[in-house]
C-alpha cells in the first residue's frame, strides 16, 4: 500500500484509543532504546555492567571484609535478584523527572495522553530488566542456587512493579515541571531509599521491631517476590500485600495529580 493510498488515513481512524496508545507506546519505547544503544560501542552491556559491578563491591564487603552473614548463600544471587529490579525502579523514576522537559514541543502536539511519556520509560527499562535475567541466571547456575517452583511469583513481581513505578512516575513528572528543584530531591531520596530497601539484605535480617515498618516499603513486598524464585523462605505474605496496597494507592495518587496539573504543564514547558 502506498503513502497517497486513501485506505491508509481509514484505517488510521479505524483505530480504537487503547491500540493507538499502545502501538505509540511501542514506538516510543523501541526508539529510546535504538538512540541509548547506537550511540554506544558496548550497548546492551551498559544495561547490566552497572549493576554487576555494584553487585561485585557488595558482595566483597559483606562476604569477604566484614563477613557480617546478611541475606543467603550464595550472598551474590541474593543481591542480584532484588540489585536488578532496583535498577529498573531507580532508572525509570530518574528518567521521569524530565518526562515532561525532555521532549516538550513534541509532547505539546500531540494528541495522544500524555501518560504515555512516563509509561515508556517504564517499558523501556523494564525491558533492559528482562534482558538482565539471564545474567542472574547465569549467577545462579555457576554458584549452585536452585530455583523453585516460586519463581512464578515473578508473574506477578513485574507487573505489580511495572504499576508501581508507572503511579510514582506520574506523581513526579508533572511536579518536577513546577518545582525543578524536585529533581535533586528525587535523586537524594533514591538513594536514601537503596539503603531503606531490602536490597543489599533481606527483610529478616532487620531487628525484630523494625521488620514489620520495613514491610511498609512497597519495595519489600515485590522483592521479596523476586528472591523467592531461589529462597523460598525470603517469601512475605504481608509484605506482599501493603505493596499490593500501596501500588494502588500510588496509582490513584498519581492518576489525580497528573489529570489535576497536565493542563498547566503544557503551558509551563
Do not use: C
Amino acid at each position: 500500500m502506498s503513502p497517497d493510498d486513501p485506505a491508509r488515513p481509514v484505517a488510521r481512524r479505524r483505530w480504537s484509543p487503547a491500540t493507538r496508545y499502545r502501538r505509540s507506546l511501542w514506538l516510543l519505547t523501541t526508539r529510546d532504546l535504538k538512540v541509548r544503544y547506537s550511540t554506544s560501542a558496548l550497548g546492551y552491556v551498559w544495561s547490566i555492567l552497572d549493576p554487576l559491578v555494584m553487585a561485585g563491591i557488595y558482595w566483597f564487603v559483606f562476604t569477604v571484609v566484614f563477613d557480617k552473614g546478611v541475606g543467603h548463600e550464595p550472598y551474590i544471587v541474593f543481591l542480584l535478584s532484588a540489585l536488578l529490579p532496583w535498577m529498573w525502579f531507580t532508572g525509570a523514576i530518574s528518567d521521569s523527572t524530565r518526562a515532561f522537559t525532555r521532549e516538550a514541543k513534541l509532547i505539546r502536539s500531540t494528541t495522544i495522553p500524555r501518560t504515555i511519556w512516563v509509561a515508556r520509560l517504564v517499558l523501556s527499562k523494564g525491558i533492559e530488566f528482562v534482558l538482565s535475567i539471564p545474567v542472574l541466571a547465569l549467577f545462579a547456575i555457576v554458584f549452585g542456587a536452585a530455583l523453585n517452583v516460586d519463581v512464578l511469583w515473578w508473574l506477578l513481581a513485574i507487573p505489580l512493579q511495572a504499576a508501581l513505578t508507572f503511579g510514582i512516575g506520574l506523581l513526579v513528572a508533572p511536579l518536577v515541571v513546577f518545582f525543578r528543584d524536585l529533581e535533586r530531591a528525587v535523586k537524594l531520596v533514591l538513594r536514601f531509599l537503596f539503603y531503606a530497601s531490602p536490597i543489599i539484605y533481606g527483610l529478616s535480617d532487620l531487628p525484630p521491631a523494625l521488620q514489620f515498618w520495613g514491610a511498609f516499603n512497597p519495595l519489600a513486598g515485590i522483592f521479596s517476590l523476586y528472591r523467592s524464585a531461589f529462597f523460598p523462605q525470603e517469601f512475605d505474605p504481608f509484605a506482599v500485600s501493603v505493596s499490593i496496597g500501596m501500588t494502588l494507592l500510588f496509582l490513584v495518587v498519581g492518576f489525580l495529580v497528573y489529570r489535576a496539573s497536565i493542563r498547566r504543564v503544557l503551558k509551563e514547558i
